[in-house]
T-cell receptor, first 113, second 116 residues
Framework: AQSVTQLGSHVSVSEGALVLLRCNYSSSVPPYLFWYVQYPNQGLQLLLKYTTGATLVKGINGFEAEFKKSETSFHLTKPSAHMSDAAEYFCAVSGNNNNDMRFGAGTRLTVKP | GAGVSQSPSNKVTEKGKDVELRCDPI?????LYWYRQSLGQGLEFLIYFQGNSAPDKSGLPSDRFSAERTGGSVSTLTIQRTQQEDSAVYLC??????????????FGEGSRLTVL
């Protein structure tokens, strides 16, 4: 079975500062890893995903994440926060069971002017 | 359709009543998922449909919860004898082919259920 832990239910950064949202996973099989974003009153949309290949993946809106197998991590980063990045971010993991998409509890990102 | 459509967007009901939540997936998507989103709890997997296969109901929290998918398209999640702890946002997602590991889920905007 797969599971995800997101460290920090709330993260607050200043506009222009580095964004770092942490995600650790547990999986008994090679994982597929995802970050989704949920803007206020909207559904979830995919930011980026890792399946195979390059461990540093780039997504929309300047976000990227690095798969580190030794640390079982898939942290999300963005060099410079923008006000429009304020949202809730969910990390998810899927294994070789195609219905086993498990989500973390989410991290709410606040961006201060 | 252009995206995953869910209805109603908001539902307020009294404890003990039954409710039905509807999901219309993206046309051609064979896989359909239901999740429950409670405050601070993330997304809780409820049930998964893939084509004509038997659904995976392993996430349903009690026998008051059931779901069906008619004609491989529209799905209805039914909650019988609602309880206050059922209050949450119920999210539906679809995927083009459930056998494509790592495939992206497309989410609807959710149905917010409030049980008084």
């Amino acid at each position: 079975a797969q599971s995800v832990t997101q460290l920090g239910s709330h993260v607050s950064v200043s506009e222009g500062a580095l964004v770092l949202l942490r995600c650790n996973y547990s999986s008994s099989v090679p994982p597929y890893l995802f970050w989704y974003v949920q803007y206020p009153n909207q559904g979830l949309q995919l930011l980026l995903k890792y399946t195979t290949g390059a461990t540093l993946v780039k997504g929309i809106n300047g976000f990227e994440a690095e798969f580190k197998k030794s640390e079982t991590s898939f942290h999300l980063t963005k060099p410079s926060a923008h006000m429009s990045d304020a949202a809730e971010y969910f990390c998810a993991v899927s294994g070789n069971n195609n219905n086993d998409m498990r989500f973390g509890a989410g991290t709410r990102l606040t961006v201060k002017p | 359709g252009a995206g995953v459509s869910q209805s109603p967007s908001n539902k307020v009901t009294e404890k003990g009543k039954d409710v039905e939540l509807r999901c219309d997936p993206i046309s051609g998507h064979t896989a359909l998922y239901w999740y429950r989103q409670s405050l601070g709890q993330g997304l809780e997997f409820l049930i998964y449909f893939q084509g004509n296969s038997a659904p995976d109901k392993s996430g349903l929290p009690s026998d008051r919860f059931s779901a069906e998918r008619t004609g491989g398209s529209v799905s209805t999640l039914t909650i019988q004898r609602t309880q206050q702890e059922d209050s949450a946002v119920y999210l539906c997602a679809s995927r083009l082919d459930g056998s494509l590991f790592g495939g992206e889920l497309f989410f609807g905007e959710g149905s917010r259920l409030t049980v008084l």
